[in-house]
């Protein structure tokens, strides 16, 4: 039974960090796409980073380079997000996704919603001003 179950999502100050993690279980994790998204209220769900667990490779989107981290841990099955210097915009809930990117292919992984056939339940990040 494939399981992805985030946790760490908290409420903070702006300016403050937190780290999420996503453990899963039920497939293979060493070579997978695994994908952070966000959503807001009344927002559409975005990507705001993903990373290869294969070679590390990292996509983040403009809103949170420099202030998120995805790492992962191939010896848990554990992907994680390091959020800092956090905004009231970063206010959303958090998902982890996962999809197994093509043999051939060894890019970042896709910023979209659509390949990503494992999602967790999400984990609710909230920052106050």
């Known amino acids: 039974q494939v399981r992805l179950v985030e946790s760490g999502g908290d409420s903070v100050q702006a300016g403050g960090s937190l780290r999420l993690s996503c453990a899963t279980s039920?497939?293979?994790?060493?070579?997978?796409?695994m994908g952070w998204f966000r959503q807001a209220p009344e927002k559409e769900r975005e990507a705001v980073a993903t990373i290869r667990t294969d070679s590390g490779k990292a996509y983040y989107a403009d809103s949170v380079k420099g202030r998120f981290t995805a790492s992962h841990d191939n010896d848990n099955n554990t992907v994680y997000l390091q959020l800092s210097s956090l905004k009231p915009e970063d206010t959303a809930v958090y998902f982890c996704?996962?999809?197994?990117?093509?043999?051939?292919?060894?890019?970042?992984?896709?910023?979209?919603?659509?390949?990503?056939?494992?999602w967790g339940q999400g984990t609710q990040v909230t920052v106050s001003s």
């Open positions: 996704a996962s999809y197994k990117p093509r043999l051939t292919y060894s890019g970042t992984c896709t910023n979209l919603a659509e390949p990503y056939n494992y």
């Open positions: 039920g497939f293979d994790f060493s070579r997978r796409c």
